[in-house]
């Protein structure tokens, strides 16, 4: 299954657990795993809150990191801290799934990460029924 997520900044969090949720429903899982999966090299998935303060720490940290640094990539396109962050963050996850829901904690929601400029993101969603 794949769900398409459009992006309005440059860094941003948007929270697509109930996009997620909904295949378990489609697919009638009830145990398993969820991989969900971002085949873009500027975007990532995160496991966190979706608090609007700890999403805005989440930007603030993921641009300090990559702050000042002379990227060798950026010859080409300049966006060699993207490409670097989202290595760092990973482009996916794998979730248990029981009892037909997804096993996270009380505060875990699935974010996409952008990355690299408003655009629209491609996110697959791959269940394994056990």
């Known amino acids: 299954m ?3 997520v459009s992006t309005q900044n440059r860094y941003q969090l ?3 657990t109930d996009q997620v949720e909904q295949v378990l ?3 009638k899982v009830k ?3 969820c991989l969900v999966f971002v085949p873009h090299s500027t975007a990532a998935i995160l496991l966190t ?5 700890l999403k805005n720490d989440w930007l603030k940290i993921l641009k300090k990191l990559v702050k000042d640094e002379q990227f060798e990539h950026n010859r080409i396109d300049g966006n060699a801290d993207s490409h670097i962050l989202s290595g ?3 482009q996916g996850k794998v979730l248990p799934i029981e009892n037909g829901k997804l096993v996270r904690g009380t505060w875990q929601q699935i974010l996409l990460v952008e990355l690299d ?7 697959f969603i791959k269940v394994i029924k056990t």
Do not use: A, F, H
């Open 2 to 4: 794949e769900i398409s």
């Open 31 to 33: 145990s398993g795993l």
């Open 14 to 16: 948007i929270d697509i």
């Open 25 to 27: 429903v489609k697919e």
């Open 117 to 123: 400029d408003p655009r629209t993101r491609r996110v």
């Open 88 to 90: 760092l963050l990973g």
């Open 49 to 53: 809150e979706n608090e609007s303060g």
